[in-house]
């Protein structure tokens, strides 16, 4: 394959009005100002910059539900907007009334990349899932999922529930991104091996975009089972004040007479969070023994290519 | 540097801190979780959802403008208000007493809880408290410790406000004693507690074996159509009896004497129906298995009988009044026959009954906790004060005044005003009636109180086995059959309590506890030393009088 080929992409579909921008907008900190959230739908051709998993690009598509004109324009576009794609990943809202209707846009844009890109992940998200009763969100999350499952073959597809206003958005993407590391079962090893070289309590690796937790270890037991969403949605606050001042976030190191944590930049997809909890060991042992490190994982990610897909079950 | 060593927040107003208001001033913007990494000790005060939805508040808000509400939480994701925390800078967090709860009462019904919970037993014995002080300084002095244990109660509401940096949200009395003094103070505060319950449970067992008797006996004597005059007293339709005669310590009436006991007439009933020899273990057969409920809500029901028996004693007293109209005579300083003077130096035996008739420094937090409007407290609190005052100055001052005094001395009124008129007398056998009822509704409450704040305290368990509790039952039972039995002055043992109950909750502990805190604050004055301190010696004083006088 031509390098100068097309981007692969990671398609981000669903219906008009399902929550696809303000996921985005969550996932890869991306403010959303007021007027360019249409009125109408996404034609989304000014949304290819965002890097994602090293070489991947984020479309987001609004399908099904538009206007004829919408609905022509798509039409024609299909074979450009299915060609490459690596990721489908597809929402659904669990509040809408026309659950034919978006079966039936599924399945087409499911014909549409059986033709185009067979060998892509489809992932399937119940989104919303905030606005159903408590005691009733499992069962209706397992009938979506049967039926989704039943209408991708001979496709296969992972499903999740999300609601921004939970854990499981953040959880939901995680997995994706897991799955779509190449060789993550190797990195996770080798990142076990360096922790307990360097004698870390903990050490966490990042996707970098997003800060979606790839893999991480750690020592002990933790208290609080929320901390990588709470880091991740504390840096990207800090890379929105940075990108303010049109600075790019590189690295971070905190410290107090408990503790001290190292955030800083490790292969090219990914950052990586290390913690220290016995503070007599001097910040530039740590980091030494970071950069020595990343050569090592550099070499790991470089040796199967991100044009591999392997099968990874998810964790 | 220096800027670092300022405090973030303004100076907060002494002595108000409010913690539970949502007022906007007092609302910080900061966010800081009070965590502790390394150590074991856990001081989380927020749930773990409610935190990592905080941050995604914080995180989302960055994503769209401040207008937006796109990303605003919907109302069905915001935690309960039981678990929204308004945050401090300094690293403590207090929680928000939800606005619309359902349990915030609007002014008036907070003054008349708290004069329904005030207005016990204690009412009965006033114009004998008045009798003891003298008319003239009878009333100086109800009006005078109204206004001091108004003072410490007010004392006692505002101490849980000025404790720093810890939710005292749902602390009562004995908590903040805790605070500040430790077990000591916990301990103390409990014995004193517990002596001011189990001295109204001892005089509501004597004044139920007493209405108990009296209704028995009217009974008795109108199936049985006889007509005892079995008392010394005024002749007339509306009869008032001197029961005792010969307690008179001026003791030249030459009127006939009475031993005054029961068993004069000799029947068989009188002999099996008696004041102090039968009744009071009659009355263990009723009780002690109420004793053993486990839960009091059932009791808590009949509180309104409480009101009834009060409103229903202020009906008869105007009667009696009307009935029988004035009778007072001034002697200032010496006594004469019928009348005593108006001052004596009996006086601390009307202070110590006023001491547990304006008792409620051990429950008045929780009262006040449900007042709608907060910022009302202490006026609200004065008003009910002033209700309570103004019911028992009624009560005693026309009792006193109506007490027929040409043919009875004003020494005859008893410390239960009520043993002043005969059993035969249709009034006051329906008061006798109601009290009975009320008070067999508010003994268990009383013997619940008891068994959880001993047992909470000791055990750490309301109700540690059946064993525990019937045990403690029995004691409680057996103190106020062997007062019923030997010593069923209830005048006495109000006094006696009442005097040694305040001491400590009422007199000391508030004032010590606000003069710590204000130490502490470094506030405190000279002349706040010297009040405070004088009303410690009040108390103590008090106590001293009840044995010396």
């Known amino acids: 394959m031509s390098s100068t080929a097309m981007k692969k992409k990671v398609l981000l579909m669903g219906k008009s009005g399902s929550g696809k921008t303000s996921m985005r907008s969550i996932i890869f900190a991306n403010y959303i100002a007021r007027d360019t959230r249409r009125l109408g739908a996404t034609i989304d051709v000014e949304h290819s910059h965002v890097r994602f998993l090293g070489n991947l690009v984020l479309n987001l598509w609004d399908c099904g539900g538009q206007d004829t004109f919408m609905e022509n324009y798509f039409t024609s576009q299909r074979d450009n907007i299915f060609r490459n794609v690596e990721v489908l990943i597809y929402v659904f809202d669990v509040e809408s009334r026309e659950l034919e209707k978006d079966m039936h846009y599924y399945q087409s844009c499911l014909e549409a990349i059986l033709q185009n890109s067979p060998d892509a992940k489809i992932f399937c998200l119940v989104h919303k899932m905030d606005l159903v009763q408590e005691d009733q969100r499992d069962l209706i999350f397992k009938e979506r999922e049967e039926d989704l499952k039943r209408l991708s073959r001979p496709l296969s597809c992972t499903c999740f529930r999300t609601s921004i206003w939970d854990e499981t958005l953040y959880k939901a993407w995680s997995s994706i991104v897991y799955q779509l590391i190449p060789n993550v079962q190797q990195l996770e090893c080798n990142l076990r091996n360096f922790a307990q070289i360097i004698e870390a309590d903990e050490v966490l690796l990042f996707e970098r975009a997003t800060f979606l937790v790839i893999s991480h270890y750690q020592c002990k037991e933790q208290r609080d089972a929320h901390r990588f969403e709470k880091i991740s949605n504390i840096i990207k606050q800090f890379k929105l004040s940075c990108s303010k001042l049109a600075a790019s976030f590189q690295s971070m190191e905190v410290r107090n007479s408990n503790f001290a944590a190292f955030i800083d930049v490790f292969t090219s997809n990914t950052y990586v969070m290390v913690i220290m909890s016995d503070p007599s060991i001097p910040s530039a042992a740590t980091l030494i023994n970071i950069r020595n490190a990343r050569r090592h994982f550099e070499k790991l990610e470089r040796v199967d290519g991100p044009k591999h897909s392997l099968h990874m079950r998810m964790r | ?549």
């Open chain 2, 1 to 549: 540097m220096d800027e670092d060593s300022k405090p973030l927040l303004g100076s907060v107003p002494t002595g108000d801190y409010y913690t539970d208001s949502l007022d906007p001033k007092q609302r910080r913007p900061f966010h800081v979780e009070p965590r502790n990494i390394v150590g074991e000790d856990v001081q989380e005060r927020v749930s773990a959802e409610a935190a990592v939805l905080s941050s995604r508040v914080h995180y989302y808000s960055r994503l769209t403008g401040s207008s937006d509400r796109l990303l605003a939480p919907p109302d069905h994701v915001i935690p309960s208000h039981e678990d929204i925390y308004i945050y401090s800078p300094l690293g403590t967090a207090f929680k928000v007493q939800g606005g619309d709860s359902p349990i915030k009462n609007p002014s008036i019904v907070t003054i008349f809880a708290i004069w329904n919970t005030m207005m016990g037993t204690s009412i009965l014995s006033i114009p004998w408290g008045i009798k003891q002080a003298g008319f003239t300084l009878g009333i100086i002095i109800i009006v005078l410790m109204g206004l001091l244990t108004l003072y410490c109660c007010y004392r006692v509401l505002k101490s849980t406000k000025s404790i720093p940096y810890v939710d005292t949200s749902d602390w009562e009395f004995p908590d903040v004693c805790k605070y500040y003094f430790g077990g000591f103070g916990k301990w103390s505060s409990l014995v004193f507690s517990l002596v001011s319950l189990i001295g109204a449970m001892v005089v509501y067992w004597v004044l139920m074996s007493n209405f108990l008797f009296n209704t028995g006996k009217f009974i008795f004597n109108y199936v049985h159509n006889v007509n005892t005059s079995d008392a010394f007293g005024t002749n007339g339709t509306e009869r008032v009896i001197c029961p005792y005669p010969d307690v008179d310590p001026h003791g030249n009436s030459s009127t006939s004497l009475y031993s005054g006991s029961d068993n004069s007439t000799g029947l068989e009933f009188d002999h099996w129906w008696s004041k102090t020899n039968t009744i009071p273990f009659y009355l263990i057969l009723l009780l002690l298995p109420l004793l053993n409920f486990r839960s009091a809500s059932f009791f808590a029901r009949f509180t309104f009988l409480g009101t009834i028996s009060v409103i229903y004693l202020i009906f008869l007293v105007t009667y009696k009044a009307i009935q029988l109209g004035f009778h007072l005579e001034f002697h200032w300083f010496d006594s004469s026959m019928f009348f005593v003077p108006e001052f004596r130096t009996l006086f601390p035996q009307l202070s110590g009954v006023l001491t547990l008739a304006f008792f409620i420094h051990n429950c008045i937090i929780t009262l006040m906790k449900n007042n709608k409007h907060q910022e009302n407290n202490v006026r609200d609190l004065s008003l009910a004060y002033l209700l309570v005052g103004l019911t028992y100055l009624y009560v005693g001052v026309l009792i006193f005044a109506a007490f027929p005094s040409p043919p009875l001395s004003k020494e005859c009124i008893e410390p239960n005003f009520l043993d002043n008129f005969p059993s035969s007398d249709i009034l006051v056998f329906v008061a006798r009636t109601f009290l009975l009822f009320q008070m067999t509704t508010v003994y268990p409450l009383l013997g619940y109180l008891v068994r959880v704040q001993l047992m909470g305290q000791i055990f750490g368990n309301h109700y540690p086995g059946f064993l525990h509790v019937f045990v403690l039952n029995v004691f409680v039972v057996g103190a106020g059959v062997l007062m019923a039995r030997f010593y069923p002055n209830i005048g006495s043992i109000i006094r006696y309590s009442g005097a040694l109950c305040g001491l400590a909750l009422v007199f000391v502990l508030p004032s010590l506890i606000h003069m710590v805190s204000l130490k502490r604050r470094g506030e405190l004055r000279w002349t706040s030393t010297l009040f405070h301190g004088f009303l410690i010696l009040l108390g103590v004083a008090n106590l001293l009088g009840q044995f010396f006088m």
